[in-house]
């Protein structure tokens, strides 16, 4: 079995900074790309960044320059440095790490509550 312990959430006023950590243990192996999501109350779940085993990034235009994502493959785990946050980047941040070969399997973390306040 495969967990994802996240850390990092918290409360921050507008223009600061947080950083989230997750990491995976159990039975993983083929990591191929990690990636944090975020669902705010009454929204949907979105793409907050991902980054690839080969080291390719993807950031929605909503946080890009502000966040960065970085990962350690010898922890097997993910960082998302958030910086210059705003009241909407409040939610619950999740990590997600796609594994496995050949079948792609999808893990989650159990969330991290994000608050930005004005």
């Known amino acids: 079995q495969v967990q994802l312990v996240e850390s990092g959430g918290g409360l921050v006023q507008a223009g600061g900074s947080l950083r989230l950590s997750c990491s995976a243990s159990g039975s993983i192996f083929r990591i191929n790309a990690m990636g944090w999501y975020r669902r705010a109350p009454g929204k949907q779940r979105e793409l907050v960044a991902r980054?690839?085993?080969?080291?390719?990034?993807n950031y929605p235009d909503s946080v890009k320059g502000r966040f960065t994502i970085s990962r350690d493959n010898a922890k097997n785990t993910v960082y998302l440095q958030m910086n210059s946050l705003k009241p909407e980047d409040t939610a619950v941040y999740y990590c997600n790490f796609q594994w496995g070969s050949p079948a792609n399997f999808n893990s989650w973390g159990q969330g991290t509550q994000v608050t930005v306040s004005s």
């Open positions: 980054i690839t085993t080969g080291g390719s990034t």
